[in-house]
């Protein structure tokens, strides 16, 4: 089959490789229909991510027809599916808990050891998110296995296109996730960093939850419009000062929840950031979180920050001293995806969450190479990219 491999900094090639089978009694294998694009996807491009290894599939968002099943697989031949990035047993203590990103079952063992010295304890496994998430072969590619078939991928009914659904795999779960760990009271006034799918799912979602106010902030104008079109108040960081506008905003008290919707290659016109660039460059840090710094120096006293970004390792100069001074709440993690896709889809069905706005570009599976230098540097006119392995280039 062919699919996108990476191998290495700004380097990924759809090539022919091995087509997947069934290995484990629960696995399915999926032809996939449609794949996108994300934001954590560019970690891996501008190679941040530890244990990635040269051939490995990329991919963790898409969805396809059913056409192999295991045995103990309860999905059926010919359905379609939208399938969770997070790789869950639905068994385990902490999938009883629905905290399925957390999953001790979902990632193999040999690397469980590397991500017990990382991070105290090892997470689930992730579809194509290097060696640390279990070394899965993601869905940017003709087919993919899917574990644990019978626990995460929904099935869709007839007749609903692919684009409304396709962002269940992640970013409208993430997004909605990020929204939820915010506790939103009402009257609550909610300050989202970043205006990517994650933070446009994350201004949408806190509407639906009852936040009274959004306030989301960006640099790019075609974002910030998206954001607008929801509800949402907009501050352009470039032309404006954050801190000082959401003061302002705020009648000096800051938002009651914070979001950083941006992750680990904030961007930034401050001392901090060109700090954190010299750190990252020469391997002193890992992370640079000039977003979520300022997230915490700006959110109320008593107030609840999430963080739906992803961080890998570590960061300098984080101002623990204000978050734990200021009581502040704090929610994060890869988002146990499982958790609310029921909600989600009949969410859709009944139109009450448009996910279709977001796509601006939809390509073959064979200019996913392009499509990922796209998305990296053109993010003033590219949303988001919908990979089709079925397209024939125009
Ligand atoms: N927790 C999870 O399970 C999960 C799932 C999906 C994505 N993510 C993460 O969420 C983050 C966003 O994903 P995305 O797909 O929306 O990415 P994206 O790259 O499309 O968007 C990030 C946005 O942040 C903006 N930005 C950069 N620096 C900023 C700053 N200082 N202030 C305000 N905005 C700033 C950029 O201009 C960009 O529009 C990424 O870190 C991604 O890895 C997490
Ligand atoms: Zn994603
Ligand atoms: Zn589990």
Redesign the pocket.
Known sequence: MRALTWHGKHDVRVETVDDPGIVNPRDAVIKVTSTAI???D??LYDNYIPSMMKGDILGHEFMGEVVEIGPKSTLKLGERVVVPFTIACGSCYHCGKQQF?ACDNGNPAENQDAGEKLYGQTMSGLFGYSHLTGGYAGGQAEYVRVPFSDVGPIVIPDGVDDDKVLFLS??LP?GWMAAENCDIAPGDTVAV???????LFAVQSAFLLGAERVIA????DN?LALAKRFGAETIN?KTTDVAMALRELTGGVGPDACID????E???LTADNVYDQIKVSSFMATDRP??LR?AIMACRKGGKLSI???YGGFVDKFPIGALMEKGLQVKT???HVQRNLPALLTAILDGKIDTTFLISHRMPLEAAAEAYKLFKEE?DRVTKVVLKPGMVAA
């Open positions: 994300c934001g954590s560019l970690h990103s992640d970013i993430t960093w970043g205006c990517g799918p994650v933070g902030i960006d640099h790019f974002r960081y919707a941006v992750g680990l904030a961007h930034g000039h977003a300022q739906p970004g992803v993690g890869q988002t993010q």
